[in-house]
């Protein structure tokens, strides 16, 4: 029997109306704004009138650094949602919007596989709710506000050398990383160099899923320095009075997506920071949200936990205030092979010496999301080519270094091959044990947050970083940003800033290329190696398989 493709499965879903979905959380269907019949937006009035309930446990899925051979966070993600709720627990799963760069280039979707999805997955990876749009949108209107500042007379004395606001799109475009605008002459403003970052890295990406409410939205968007004067003093974005209008542009963007599991359980889909260039997790609005409606939230963080659990931890719950209960660290056979040295095309054929060799990615994972305080367990996401012998390796080592690994069949089972986990993290989630804290303090100096993530969380022998990245982390410390956290910016690969350095290497440099100030998201971004904010499509990009096939459906977009 064909084993069936992740989008053959998607098309055979029995999606429920989504005023259904909604109403098993108690969600009426005057609370929803819906986009067809399979999703909709949770209004902002609901959210307000759960400020009183309790709390859910939150559970963080995270997983070891990616590899080709393919890990399976979000199918994690998704599968143990829909176990939690076949052991009778009321939960929900909450996720980042995919973005049109990687669909169109890299990878294809990213909406979970085979019978852990969440549907519809083709509006989810293609438009969705415009919420990307709506951030792209906006994001723009500030920049051509500050072109058309300068180009009027310039009241804010802006130094056109220090415009530090750049332009987004959602898509990969090498071409136009930097750019030279306003050419043509007098009437088209005053030459600049500027540059393109992808829609994920925005800023204002950040910010909508920091913020906890319109108000709160505006003030950031007003707090974002957008330029700096001769004297370095910054501008604001309320300065040139643009964070009313972007308010405006995001405030349906604002509010969380409801869609539904391929066992129609309920997802909230809303925002997508990349986690190698920011800070990797869905909106504080959504998760909040699933919080006050269900007992346990799963939720997810990019890439591997050096980057994804790290921001998670420090950025986000740091600044919203959550607890997590428990985490769950996702590992393949496949993928803990590769980081023992053997090819791709050789991951058919057992070899237990290099599962044990590639554990050590694991460990140092288990050691760093402990380091936090949260109980971690193992999810082996299983496929086919695993052998016992291999399975087995991976159960005893996460056994040694006080965890627990579980072989988990959700792909091809849904929530029966994961329902051990579930009732496993239930277990943890229930007992208290998390005695969750930051890695570092508010008060430590910008360079020296830098320095705790390089050395505690990657094991790097030190930070090499210009004199001026140095005086411009000081200077910052000087106009009161110092209690910011860092938003590390590195490749997702590896715990160095070189992708082919695979495994847990220790001592190495972590090089600091570059520091930018996100004033109004509350973080500082330190950029590293050759890590790009705007990404570039490879040889041959997703994009040239995607069309319509002869019955008019999408065909290559997963």
């Given at each position: 029997m064909a084993v069936k493709s992740d989008i053959e499965i998607a098309r055979e879903a029995k999606k429920k109306p989504i005023q259904e979905i909604g109403s098993r959380l108690g969600i009426g269907s005057e609370h929803l704004l819906p986009f067809g019949h399979d999703k909709a937006k949770v209004s902002a009035e609901f959210i307000k009138s759960l400020e009183s309930r309790k709390d859910g446990k939150l559970i963080l899925v995270t997983a070891i650094n990616p590899t080709p051979a393919g890990e399976g966070k979000t199918t994690t993600t998704v599968g143990l949602g829909d176990g939690l709720n076949a052991i009778g627990k009321k939960a929900a799963i909450c996720l980042r919007e995919p973005s049109l760069g990687p669909c169109f280039g890299m990878k294809g979707g990213a909406a979970g596989g085979g019978y852990a999805q969440v549907v519809p997955m083709e509006d989810i990876n293609l438009h969705?709710?415009?919420?990307?749009?709506?951030?792209?949108?906006?994001?723009?209107?500030?920049?051509?506000?500050?072109?058309?500042?300068?180009?009027?007379?310039?009241?804010?004395?802006?130094?056109?050398?220090?415009?530090?606001?750049?332009?987004?799109?959602?898509?990969?475009?090498?071409?136009?990383?930097?750019i030279v605008c306003s050419l043509g002459g007098v009437a088209n403003g005053f030459p600049r160099e500027a540059g393109f970052d992808i829609t994920v890295a925005s800023e204002v990406m950040a910010i909508l899923c920091l913020a906890t409410d319109i108000a709160d939205l505006e003030k950031r968007l007003g707090d974002i320095i957008i330029a700096y004067r001769r004297d370095r003093s910054p501008v604001y974005a309320r300065d040139i009075k643009a964070n009313g209008a972007m308010t405006v542009l995001l405030a349906q963007a604002m509010q969380p997506n409801l869609v539904q599991t391929l066992e129609n359980n309920p997802a909230f889909i809303h925002g997508g920071p990349f986690a190698?260039?920011?800070?990797?997790?869905?909106?504080?609005?959504?998760?909040?949200?699933?919080?006050?409606?269900?007992?346990?939230?799963?939720?997810?963080?990019?890439?591997?936990?050096?980057?994804?659990?790290?921001?998670?931890?420090?950025?986000?719950?740091?600044?919203?205030?959550?607890?997590?209960?428990?985490?769950?660290?996702?590992?393949?056979?496949?993928?803990?092979?590769?980081?023992?040295?053997?090819?791709?095309?050789?991951?058919?054929?057992?070899?237990?010496?290099?599962?044990?060799?590639?554990?050590?990615?694991?460990?140092?994972?288990?050691?760093?999301?402990?380091?936090?305080?949260?109980?971690?367990?193992?999810?082996?996401?299983?496929?086919?080519?695993?052998?016992?012998?291999?399975?087995?390796?991976?159960?005893?080592?996460?056994?040694?270094?006080?965890?627990e690994a579980f072989l988990c069949k959700h792909w091809a089972q849904g929530s029966k091959g994961i329902e051990a986990l579930a009732r496993r993290v239930v277990e943890i989630a229930d007992g208290g044990t998390s005695k969750f804290a930051p890695l570092y303090p508010d008060e430590l100096g910008l360079f020296q947050k830098v320095e705790t993530i390089a050395k505690k969380i990657y094991r790097a022998g030190s930070v090499a970083a210009d004199k001026s990245v140095r005086d411009q982390l000081k200077t910052w410390e000087d106009m009161g940003y110092g209690n910011l956290p860092i938003c590390v910016a590195k490749t997702q690969y590896s715990f160095t800033t070189d992708p082919n350095l695979r495994g847990a290497p220790v001592d190495h440099v972590v090089p600091i290329r570059e520091v930018r100030l996100s004033a109004g998201a509350g973080f500082v971004v330190a950029i590293c190696g050759e890590i790009m904010t705007m990404p570039g499509l490879p040889k041959v990009p997703a994009s040239e398989t995607?069309?319509?096939?002869?019955?008019g459906q999408i065909e290559g977009l997963f």
């Open positions: 969705f709710t415009g919420d990307f749009h709506a951030i792209t949108s906006a994001h723009n209107l500030l920049s051509a506000l500050i072109d058309n500042h300068i180009y009027w007379g310039n009241a804010q004395n802006i130094d056109t050398r220090r415009v530090a606001w750049r332009r987004v799109m959602d898509m990969n475009d090498r071409a136009l990383r930097e190698n260039i920011a800070h990797g997790c869905n909106s504080v609005v959504a998760t909040k949200t699933a919080l006050k409606l269900a007992d346990y939230v799963v939720t997810e963080a990019g890439f591997g936990a050096d980057l994804g659990a790290e921001k998670f931890f420090d950025i986000k719950c740091r600044k919203a205030g959550l607890n997590p209960a428990a985490a769950v660290i996702v590992a393949t056979v496949r993928a803990l092979k590769m980081n023992g040295g053997v090819k791709r095309e050789d991951l058919g054929t057992e070899n237990v010496e290099a599962v044990k060799k590639g554990l050590a990615n694991l460990g140092r994972h288990i050691e760093n999301v402990k380091g936090f305080g949260v109980p971690a367990v193992v999810a082996i996401n299983h496929f086919i080519s695993d052998t016992e012998a291999e399975i087995a390796a991976v159960q005893e080592y996460a056994k040694a270094q006080g965890s995607i069309r319509f096939n002869e019955a």
